[in-house]
């Protein structure tokens, strides 16, 4: 079975802090996917990563980086968290080869931002 | 990316068969048509992918027309477990895939 996994599943900060969010997925996955949940938007797209140190924007990327230093690693970065960043963050993970491989998902965090 | 529309709601009572449509009217030739299901508190879940006609597995039906401008989603039988969000994604091709909204099934006993 993939799995994919997510650092912490509730996370509190403070605004202007720096937040790190880490999903390692185990099945060797090249595409790796940053979402954020929000209720009545459903899930958008903030970055993804189809190959270690490569990663491309997706729908909302403002306020967000991402790092991709090994294959099985991505990361989510919030330089200075504000509150509009308080969501669900989901991670997934995909074969390569195309994108509309099946998505494997982790069970996300949930981050408040005060 | 390639928009598509779904309901926002629906509900069904336990046993029936349940039909989500999808409208995806500028879906690229090479795209493909994905749908997952998201119960509360998890990651969405791959559900059945198709491309042209009819694709069934064990868990639903998907139904696409000869224009593949719509899709239908199939499941039989629902049971208060199948209670979930329904995502419908068109791309994979010239599109990128976009979760979108969904649309919340509510299964009543």
């Known amino acids: 079975d993939v799995k994919v996994t997510q650092s912490s599943r509730y996370l509190v900060k403070r605004t202007g802090e720096k937040v790190f969010l880490e999903c390692v997925q185990d099945?060797?996955?090249?595409?790796m996917f940053w979402y954020r949940q929000d209720p009545g938007l459903g899930l958008r797209l903030i970055y993804f990563s189809y190959d270690v140190k490569m990663k491309e924007k997706g729908d909302i990327p403002e306020g967000y980086s991402v790092s991709r230093e090994k294959k099985e690693r991505f990361s989510l970065i919030l330089e200075s968290a504000s509150t509009n960043q308080t969501s669900m963050y989901l991670c997934?993970?995909?074969?390569?080869?195309?994108?509309?491989?099946?998505?494997?998902f982790g069970p996300g965090t949930r981050l408040t931002v005060l | 990316l390639a928009k598509t529309t779904q309901p926002i709601s629906m509900d069904s009572y336990e046993g029936q068969e349940v039909n989500i449509t999808c409208s995806h009217n500028n879906i690229a030739t090479n795209d493909y048509i994905t749908w997952y299901q998201q119960f509360p508190s998890q990651g969405p879940r791959f559900i059945i992918q198709g491309y042209k006609t009819k694709v069934t597995n064990e868990v639903a039906s998907l139904f696409i027309p000869a224009d593949r401008k719509s899709s239908t989603l199939s499941l039989p039988r629902v049971s208060l477990s199948d209670t979930a969000v329904y995502y419908c994604l068109v791309g994979g091709g010239n599109n990128r895939l976009a979760f979108g909204k969904g649309n919340q099934v509510v299964v009543i006993p």
């Open positions: 997934a993970s995909s074969l390569g080869g195309g994108q509309a491989n099946e998505q494997f």
């Open positions: 099945m060797d996955h090249e595409n």
